[in-house]
């Protein structure tokens, strides 16, 4: 067992690779043992291109490694279904592995175990939840898309001390260290879209970019309806992205009454076309037309002059969104934790206190009203961050 732990954190670290490049598609990492060597590895590098047994089938044979025999530890149940390429237990089948590891199961209720009972019809050993745990939580967003089929979102915020992420005159540069703001950059390079409010956009005119060279070092592509590959039944038939584009940061604003102005950065620079603004029908058709040459407009229904977020969210899920970030202000926030929309917050606190009754907090809107109907937390991680510290938890569901 602790071979088979080890052989399983590597095919993890191998996984981790994949970060920000895989997305509809899980991160999965492959590792190929013969006795005590490893003679071949493989990671999944983007949708569209082979899947991490694949790759690490592959990396053996070129090795002039002859994998009869051998074992297959991977960190994800091995795709069972035909697609574009036939199934990786096919593949399995066909190397005449003798056993397969795997470290999580798949989260996709009609494939679930499917493959284990696969491979062990065909005479191949199967042991799954090695090291299980860390397998399932390196692709919670995924995990969470493809059962539920809305994106995993995360509010992220950097704070004070005292909870506030802006004087009353609305300054709020810089209240975190460069430090906190890399690793913010880096939650966005593993998201699909970020999302933030009208006010942000007219307070700040931010980029919302991800500066990660794997996804911006070329220009945008047109993702109205991106069709990348996916490991289930109903996606895996159709195209994909170019192979070693990996998937482009889409920018989300909500702005019920389509005020964005033409020329802020998300409807004017290089990448308008991943920008998508929604409003709600009560946006006077002339601002709504105006924005529609410029980027993707969305009109969802809205109640008491506020978007209906959980629409929202179903939208985004069937565009294949997998995971969101939300980086608006106090009430932005709000409106995805106090409901119970979102699934992890990642909030990074500044070694300041600013005080004032009108310093704008990083949660508002009308708040709980009971210590019962406040939002806990659970999996509480704390990580410095220069002067900074992150707080990373995942919310317990209502």
């Not at 284990?116 to 299980?132: K, N, T, Y």
């Not at 995971?323 to 990074?348: D, K, M, T, Y």
Request: with cysteine; glycine share 10%; hydrophobic share 40%.
């Amino acid at each position: 067992m602790p071979l088979e732990r080890r052989y399983m954190r590597l095919a993890l670290q191998l996984a981790r690779r994949g970060y920000g490049a895989t997305s509809p598609n899980p991160m999965v990492g492959a590792v190929v043992v013969r006795g005590d060597r490893i003679i071949g590895r493989g990671w999944h590098h983007g949708a569209g291109e082979p899947h991490a047994e694949i790759e690490a089938l592959r990396d053996a044979l070129k090795r002039g490694h002859n994998v009869k025999g051998a074992t297959l530890y991977v960190t994800l149940e091995p795709c069972c279904t035909h697609g574009r390429t036939p199934p990786c237990t096919e593949a399995i089948k066909a190397a005449k592995f003798k056993r397969v590891v795997v470290g999580a199961t798949d989260p996709n209720p009609p494939h679930r175990g499917r493959a284990f009972r696969i491979l062990r019809r065909a005479g191949i050993a199967v042991v799954h939840g090695v090291v299980g745990e860390e397998c399932e939580e390196l692709n919670e967003a995924f995990n969470h898309w493809i059962v539920r089929r809305t994106p995993y979102v995360t509010v992220k915020a950097g704070m004070t001390l005292d909870g506030k992420i802006a004087t009353a005159a609305g300054k709020s540069k810089w209240i975190t260290g460069e430090r906190a703001r890399a690793y913010g950059m880096k939650l966005r390079q593993g998201a699909d879209a970020i999302l933030v409010g009208i006010n942000t956009v007219l307070a700040d005119d931010p980029s919302l970019t991800a500066r990660n060279p794997k996804a911006e070092g070329r220009k945008p592509k047109e993702i109205r309806n991106p069709r990348p590959e996916v490991r289930s039944p109903e996606r895996e038939a159709q195209g994909a992205l170019p192979a070693g584009q990996g998937h482009p940061l889409r920018r989300i604003v909500l702005d019920t009454m389509g005020r964005t102005p033409l020329g802020a950065k998300v409807t004017s620079d290089e990448y308008a076309v991943l920008t998508t603004i929604v409003v709600s029908e009560l946006a006077p058709k002339r601002r709504v037309a105006a924005l529609a040459k410029r980027v993707k407009v969305m009109v969802a229904p809205s109640s008491d002059g506020k978007i209906d977020l959980r629409w929202l969210l179903k939208k985004l899920g069937s565009e294949e969104v997998t995971s969101l970030l939300v980086e608006g202000g106090g009430e932005v926030n709000a409106s995805f934790l106090l409901p119970g929309l979102a699934q992890r917050i990642a909030f990074f606190y500044a070694p300041m206190i600013l005080g004032g009754r009108d310093a704008r907090r990083a949660v508002a809107g009308e708040g709980a009203k009971t210590l019962a109907e406040s939002l806990n937390l659970t999996g509480l991680q704390w990580r410095r961050l220069g002067p900074d510290w992150l707080l990373s938890a995942q919310l317990v569901a209502h």
